[in-house]
């Protein structure tokens, strides 16, 4: 009777921790998803840049004011690159923008991160072979580059070949692009042969190993 009492009372134990367990954890990643952001009957959707499906959304601050123009029924949908889980629940916003190539980056799958700024324009795009830096009027310059994860979120890549010396500082505060207005998750730092610029980026596609 005893050994009875002791298996029952071990198999309830047992199953009762089981129900404790969590289906799916607070933090659990979502699936970067890219599409066209709208706010139509009063729910957040997006339509897949994948096969145009349509996804409703949980969308929660701070991401609602990035959000807040992107009304579709008033004609002013948004590009929307995010991360979401399958209930809808949208864990991370990389940049909302009205202006861009969009669906239509063919870039964007080979790319480690874009950063750029304005007055005067630049930019600076990461892949896998180096990084290339753009300004206009002057020819791109392409360089390797070294990859650091500091502090914080931090990011630190930098560059020393050919007498070019370029330090370019990625960090996790929103920053809304000066001339479009588009929301981005990263701010950017670039120093470049002893001038300093600002800026927005966003992660492309890829991901990035540190040495």
Not at 180 to 208: D, K, M, N, P, V
């Amino acid at each position: 009777m005893k050994t009875r009492f002791y298996t029952l009372l071990c198999c309830g134990l047992l199953l009762g921790g089981c129900q404790l367990l969590p289906g799916t954890p607070d933090n659990a990643p979502g699936k970067r998803l890219q599409g066209e952001l709208g706010y139509i009957d009063g729910q957040w959707q997006l339509t897949t840049c994948d096969g145009g499906s349509l996804l409703p959304l949980e969308l929660a601050e701070p991401w609602l004011q990035a959000a807040a123009s992107c009304d579709a029924e008033q004609g002013q949908s948004c590009f929307a690159d995010l991360e979401v889980r399958p209930a809808g629940q949208v864990t991370r916003v990389h940049r909302i923008q009205h202006e861009g190539h969009g669906c239509a980056d063919d870039e964007f799958g080979h790319l480690l991160i874009r950063a750029a700024g304005n007055e005067p324009f630049w930019s600076v795009r990461l892949n896998s072979h180096g990084l290339v830096l753009q300004q206009p009027g002057q020819p791109a310059i392409a360089l390797p580059y070294i990859h650091e994860q500091l502090g914080d979120g931090l990011q630190y890549i930098s560059s020393q070949a050919d007498h070019h010396v370029l330090q370019l500082w990625i960090s996790p505060q929103p920053c809304i692009d000066s001339m479009s207005g588009a929301w981005h998750a990263l701010s950017a730092r670039l120093q470049w042969q002893g001038e300093t610029f600002t800026g927005c980026a966003y992660h492309g596609a890829q991901q990035i190993s540190s040495p």
